[in-house]
């Protein structure tokens, strides 16, 4: 026997992005079906490294986590130099949390809104009438068929697109992700036989030996407990992050000294620009799904709830209008593309441009102050790098840079396609129908970027 459920919206994936959404409409009067594989227990179970800024929950209205889902208060970040003798110490409030109760606070919440919500069900097919999208196929653990049909569909299942990957190959939203784009990572969760000294900074080391292409943590939850871990880029032939954690980090007093281990786990992270599109005729793709994470360090938390944020006014203007094809769904790339994903974009332009440096070129730039606390806080909020701003700057660092002049150019040249690729999504299409254009442009755009930067991948 199947059944057959009908609602508005259908959300797959109760992670940050499609727990966000359900807990978003939950007051909305449209019904609303929250659909996830894992149980209770294992909400939000994908590895991370649990930190997260404060500022994601002032600009989408989630409620900042409170005990015990707030497990340590951050009021910034050390980004350590590959030697390790200089340290820039970035200032900014975020959050090291559970993810697991804070996820569980926004469906309960969305549950007892009246969202219907089905752990523990898989869902296998999408369920396609006349070339339209109409619902998706599930299965749950006790073996039971369901059917759900509904206007607009969301996935929010992850990088593995659960559901975009089985629409037709037609569909632009059925865009593949490269290995080179993308960081496998793998992190600890782990008890630590010593008190952790300054607990509300969290470290990044830079160093490409250890992490190629990436960077590892040490982030304290707590005085004795600390989420560890490396994000290296995929796709290259670096060896898989947990094994560098063993033969690498473990002999590290800081890191070796576990006394218990509460979780150990990797997964992939998309580091691109985000997905040229995150719309088409009845479907929506948002999160790690939509590639809408920070390219320089992973963060996809916050830029999963902003992504649900925009696609939350979309849906109801969509249910305001009666139209759910990717006309009626486009407010959501508009909305996102010309905001977050611009700087996004930018952001992806720099980490291309990073990932080819040596440890020794790192150092140096750390060493010479070209990378100065305040302008990393800067390029990672707004996507722009300094060495594009006015010219007593650019003597200052012109004089830093005697001996490096290519170097001076490169970064010059990196900051001018970070503004180039920007003002592309700035001036992301309007309409559907302008979309092929526009991916042209964006793909020119990296073609000669990363000729002249030398990069092959
Ligand atoms: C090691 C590591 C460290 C990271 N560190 C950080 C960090 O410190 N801060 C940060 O902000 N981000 C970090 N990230 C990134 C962050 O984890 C993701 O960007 C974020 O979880 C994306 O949320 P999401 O909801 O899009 O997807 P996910 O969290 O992947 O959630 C997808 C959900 O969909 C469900 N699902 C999948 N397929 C199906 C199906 N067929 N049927 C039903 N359900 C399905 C899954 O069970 C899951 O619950 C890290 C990532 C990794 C791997």
């Known amino acids: 026997m199947t059944r057959e459920l009908k609602y508005d919206v259908v959300i797959v994936g109760l992670g ?31 590895p991370c490294g649990d930190a997260i800024g404060a500022h994601h929950f002032e600009e989408t209205g989630l409620p900042h986590p409170q005990p015990p889902a707030l497990m340590q208060k951050v009021s ?45 069900t898989r869902v296998g097919q999408v369920i396609m009438e006349n070339g339209k999208l109409r619902g998706v196929a599930a299965t749950t653990r006790d073996g039971e068929k369901l059917r759900f049909y509904a206007d607009i569909i969301v996935d929010a299942t992850g990088s593995g697109g659960s559901i975009r990957r089985k629409l037709p190959p037609s569909w632009p939203v059925n865009e593949p992700l490269k290995k080179t784009d993308a960081a496998v990572a793998y992190r600890r969760i782990v008890e630590l036989g010593y008190d952790i000294e300054e607990p509300e900074f969290i470290r990044i080391y830079l160093n490409q030996r250890i992490a190629p292409g990436g960077y590892w943590w040490f982030f304290p939850k707590g005085k004795r407990s600390a989420n560890i871990g490396l994000g290296v880029q995929g796709g290259r032939g670096h060896p898989h992050p947990a094994q560098i954690y ?22 992939l992270v998309p580091t691109r620009r985000p997905a040229n599109t995150l719309v088409w005729d009845n479907f929506i793709g948002i999160g790690d799904n939509g590639y809408t994470v920070n390219p320089i360090h992973g963060g996809g938390m916050g830029y999963a709830m902003t992504a649900a944020r ?7 203007e969509a249910f305001e209008k009666g139209d759910y094809t990717r006309r009626g769904l486009w407010g959501l790339n508009l909305r996102y593309m010309k905001g977050l994903g611009a700087k996004q974009a930018g952001l992806d332009i720099f980490r291309i441009f ?3 440096l040596d440890d020794e ?71 559907p129908e302008a979309l092929p254009k526009w991916v042209d442009s964006v793909e020119q755009l990296y073609k000669e970027y990363k000729e002249k930067l030398g990069v092959t991948w």
């Open 310 to 316: 925009h696609a939350y006014e979309t849906i109801m």
């Open 361 to 431: 070129e790192i150092e140096w730039g750390i060493r010479t102050g070209i990378m100065r606390a305040s302008e990393a806080y800067e390029t990672s909020v707004k996507g722009e790098l300094k060495a594009n701003l006015g010219i007593v700057e650019k003597a200052r660092i012109l004089a830093k840079l005697l001996g490096r002049p290519s170097m001076l150019l490169k970064l010059k040249m990196v900051a001018d396609y970070m503004k180039q690729v920007k003002t592309l999504y700035k001036a992301y299409p309007e309409n």
């Open 354 to 356: 990073l990932q080819q």
């Open 76 to 120: 910034g970040i050390d980004i350590y130099s590959p030697s390790e003798e200089i340290r820039l110490r970035v200032y900014g409030e975020g959050y090291m949390i559970s993810r697991n109760l804070y996820g569980r606070s926004l469906v309960k919440e969305a549950m007892d809104s009246g969202v219907d919500i089905y752990l523990k």
């Open 16 to 46: 940050p992005a499609g727990s966000s959404l359900a807990y978003m409409l939950r007051k909305t009067g449209l019904r609303i079906a929250g659909l996830d594989w894992v149980d209770w227990d294992h909400l939000w179970g994908k």
């Open 246 to 267: 063993r033969d690498v980090l473990m002999k590290r007093p800081e890191v070796g000294s576990e006394v218990k281990v509460i979780a150990d786990s990797g997964a």
